[in-house]
């Protein structure tokens, strides 16, 4: 029997001492660890505590699953608002497609974030395969009664020395038995095993029907990430993405071809620094040029090819600069305010050559802040940067509020464009 335990981000469920043993903890601290995912949960022997961190984890016997509250307000307080606006960012940002949510789904699933996610590979995956199977060129070797292809001497003589009327030959076959339909077979017959949505189970069935006849080969995250598309397999690029997605976050039980553990995780510090960055770049009406993620050395005697220091956004416009950087976290005004945001993005306007910087975080008030930008506390003689604090409103339906969102980063951007002209 699975057991499902949900939380919210920085919520702990300080009673999973009852529910699972130290042995299980154990074993999801050491599966995180494994897939480099240690900063999702805070565990002791007696407490499971969610970060930043989104997604479900499924270990051994139960499935956690971790929604952000943030994504609802007290108006919008319903698990399937949340889950709606989480998978449209995810969609936003990453470029999977995800379609609308059925509320049936959300509202009947013990987890409907990974079944979202499963529906959405196995529909895009079978709407492809009914215009086409995808066939490609696999090199074969064999002893055949007719030469094919080109003889292989070496082959040749070591099966046909005494038989001449065999050829050992190779040569390519255009076949469906290639390694991207052995991809996706393998993942559709491993989640149809941890799917308990009976729609998600019929078309993953109807998959596996389909592939009959296709090789079973395991695949691990390596051998995955090697699989490309031909021109002639673009339709298969979606269900490819999330084939690999699943890939790389499972471990797989190959006796009995089903997921054993997945972690299916995203850290919304980033997913807002990309949603962010996103809207940004399709959105601005500006005239700014926007960059994610621009790195510069913090020293210049440093050689280290990877300590870079990043800012989450640089805009820039002629010989005009902008610092933008977001934060998810709480800000309520200038009371609570971080020193060390500040001195990070005054080190980012330094080494930039900007003089303004913007402080973008998610909205947890009511009401819109409307603070006046302020100034760096520097010596009279020194020119201060200016330092901006913006929230964007995500406590709504995102989807239908999207043009109100954009609205609001624009403002952001136009307001820094007067602050660079100032």
Same mark, same amino acid.
């Given at each position: ?290 960059? #994610?993620? $621009? @790195?510069? =050395?913090? !020293?210049?005697? +440093?050689?280290?090819? &990877?300590?870079?220091?990043?800012? /989450?956004? *640089? #805009?820039? $416009? @002629?010989? =005009?600069? !902008?610092?933008? +950087?977001?934060?998810? &976290?709480?800000?309520?005004?200038? /009371?609570? *305010? ?85």
């Amino acid at each position: 029997m699975v057991v499902n335990i949900k939380l919210s981000e920085y919520t702990p469920c300080r009673d999973v001492g009852k529910i699972l043993s130290p042995e299980d903890l154990g074993r999801i601290e050491n599966f995180l660890k494994k897939n480099h995912l240690q900063e999702a949960f805070k565990i002791t022997p007696n407490s499971l505590q969610a970060t930043s961190w989104v997604g479900v984890v499924k270990c051994g016997h139960f499935q956690v699953q971790v929604l952000p509250k943030l994504l609802a307000s007290s108006a919008y307080d319903k698990e399937a608002t949340i889950l709606k606006n989480l998978v449209f960012m995810l969609a936003y940002t990453r470029n999977l497609e995800i379609k609308s949510l059925e509320s049936s789904m959300l509202s009947k699933c013990e987890n409907p974030f990974l079944e979202i996610l499963i529906r959405e590979f196995a529909n895009s995956l079978f709407e492809s395969l009914k215009k086409h199977s995808p066939k490609s060129y696999i090199r074969q070797e064999d002893n055949l009664g007719f030469l094919k292809g080109k003889l292989k001497i070496s082959g040749h003589i070591r099966h046909n020395l005494t038989n001449q009327a065999h050829f050992y030959c190779e040569y390519d076959e255009f076949s469906e038995d290639n390694v991207l339909n052995q991809l996706f077979y393998y993942v559709a017959t491993c989640l149809s095993n941890i799917s308990k949505d009976n729609e998600n189970k019929k078309i993953l069935s109807l998959i596996k029907n389909f592939y009959s006849e296709i090789s079973w080969v395991p695949f691990d995250k390596v051998k995955a990430n090697k699989v490309k598309l031909y021109r002639n397999q673009l339709s298969f690029e979606k269900p490819l993405k999330l084939a690999k997605m699943f890939v790389e976050n499972s471990s797989v039980d190959l006796t009995l071809n089903k997921v054993k553990n997945i972690a299916l995780l995203w850290d919304m510090n980033k997913l807002f620094e990309e949603f962010v960055f996103e809207i940004m770049r399709r959105y601005n009406k500006n005239g700014w040029k926007v960059v #994610a993620q $621009k @790195g510069k =050395k913090l !020293l210049q005697q +440093d050689n280290s090819k &990877k300590r870079n220091t990043f800012v /989450d956004i *640089f #805009a820039y $416009k @002629g010989n =005009k600069r !902008l610092i933008l +950087d977001t934060k998810y &976290k709480t800000f309520e005004g200038l /009371d609570s *305010f971080s020193n060390s945001d500040v001195f990070q993005v005054t080190t980012y306007c330094l080494l930039h050559e900007a003089k303004k910087a913007i402080l973008i975080y998610p909205q947890w008030t009511k009401e819109k802040l409307d603070i006046a930008p302020c100034n760096l506390n520097t010596p009279g003689d020194v020119k201060p940067y200016e330092i901006q604090f913006k929230t964007v409103n995500l406590m709504q339906d995102i989807k239908k509020n999207l043009s109100s969102i954009i609205a609001e980063v624009n403002q952001i951007l136009e307001e820094g464009t007067r602050q660079a002209e100032a």
